[in-house]
């Protein structure tokens, strides 16, 4: 199981990946991703920039998420406070497991493996925000110790917002 750079041939796979999350997220009452977003500009984008990642296991995609290494803008406007400050961070976003990967904890495993990468390029903090009704994202980022910052908006709406403070 490996985390790479998810390439631009692969975005119908990553596509059907995000639709399949998309239905996931309104079968568990959640309003996240009901509103047109993300879509295929977005995940176009994502690996065009570089920040477009997959998990793959024996050639099969399990899992999508945007990983930036850079500053998110929703993030400067906190309300709360970040445990750490004026430190490069990487930013979580848009994470996406296929059917495939159901049962397998491929969530966690992301997440383990971003730190890993994280460690590599000494970035030491992990942020990401999710919507207040993503109890299976919630329950992960409290299984990982993530700690709640406050809330930042994202196209008009508030986002819980969490933030791990890697070891050095």
């Known amino acids: 199981m490996i ?5 631009i041939s692969e975005i119908d796979q990553i596509w059907e990946i995000i639709q399949y999350a998309i239905a996931q997220r309104k079968a568990d009452g959640s309003t996240q991703w009901q509103d047109g977003y993300p879509n295929e500009n977005t995940i176009q984008t994502d690996i ?3 920040y477009g990642y997959v998990i793959e296991e024996e050639g099969t995609i399990l899992l999508y998420a945007a990983v930036i290494f850079g500053i998110e ?20 976003h848009r994470v996406a497991a296929a059917p495939l990967a159901k049962g397998k904890s491929i969530a966690t495993k992301f997440f383990q493996l ?13 942020k990401v925000d999710t919507n207040f009704d993503n109890m299976a994202m919630l ?26 403070v890697l070891p050095r």
């Open 3 to 7: 985390l790479r750079a998810a390439k």
């Open 48 to 50: 065009n920039q570089g």
């Open 73 to 92: 803008p929703a993030y400067e406007d906190i309300e709360g406070k970040w445990l750490s400050s004026n430190e490069d961070y990487v930013v979580l």
């Open 114 to 126: 971003v730190e890993n990468l994280c460690i590599k390029k000494k970035v030491y903090s992990i």
């Open 139 to 164: 329950r992960i980022l409290e299984k990982l110790d993530y700690t709640y910052c406050g809330e930042v908006y994202f196209r008009g709406a508030a986002r819980k917002a969490f933030e791990k």
